[in-house]
């Protein structure tokens, strides 16, 4: 990871590095924090869980149960950042 992000910057200089076209991401905070050790002074702010990066939130979703024959609200987790909403 480290030698791929010194490529970058050197292909493309500092500027790479102070836009939004890197993320390094993983699905573990354990992972993530490796990455962060790898990457530390070059690119560590940019290290994120994929969960994160993709902002999930919680929002009420309502449906119909037909076993209960009622309206149920739950609590689901969706991604505020999609293909719709990409920033």
Do not use: M, W
Not at 25 to 52: L, M, P, W
Not at 56 to 69: A, H, L, R, S
């Amino acid at each position: 990871v480290r030698t791929v992000i010194a490529r970058i910057v050197e292909n493309e200089g500092e500027r790479a590095l102070k836009s939004d076209t890197i993320a390094l991401v993983s699905f573990t905070n354990r992972a993530v924090r490796q990455i962060e050790k790898a990457v530390q002074g070059i690119a560590d702010q940019y290290c994120r869980t994929i969960h994160k990066f993709i902002e999930f939130q919680p929002v009420e979703d309502t449906y119909f149960n037909e076993e209960k024959g009622e309206y149920v609200t739950r609590k689901i987790f969706e991604p505020a950042r999609t293909h719709n909403n990409p920033h």
